[in-house]
């Protein structure tokens, strides 16, 4: 995805990511239902970051927690998924 400024500001800590859908895993499982719905990779850049973030901000590459359940919203066209700061692991250094 290119890097386009969404017109899109999370409120409180959230933070908006890209939503990396697969129908299918590696190996070759075949991934329905919730699975599909899910967060599948956890290295994701940051399009937008709520003005309670303390720690991450827009841009960040961060990594987040594999079990983390987000809010799957499309904005400006693109599938994304929101979460609170809190899921962050870490964030990345460039």
């Given at each position: 995805m290119a890097n386009k400024k969404l017109n899109f500001l999370p409120t409180r800590?959230?933070?908006v990511l890209p939503l990396v859908k697969k129908?299918?895993?590696d190996?070759?499982?075949?991934?329905?239902?919730s699975a599909k719905k899910s967060l599948q990779t956890n290295i994701l850049k940051v399009l937008a970051?709520?003005?309670e973030c303390l720690l991450v901000k827009e841009e960040d590459t961060?990594?987040?927690?594999?079990n983390?359940?987000?809010?799957?919203?499309?904005?400006?066209?693109i599938e994304c998924i929101m979460i609170?700061?809190?899921?962050?692991?870490g964030v990345i250094p460039q």
């Open positions: 800590d959230w933070l129908d299918e895993t190996a070759g499982i075949i991934l329905t239902g970051a709520g003005p961060v990594m987040v927690h594999p983390t359940e987000g809010l799957v919203v499309t904005i400006d066209d609170n700061e809190f899921s962050v692991c």
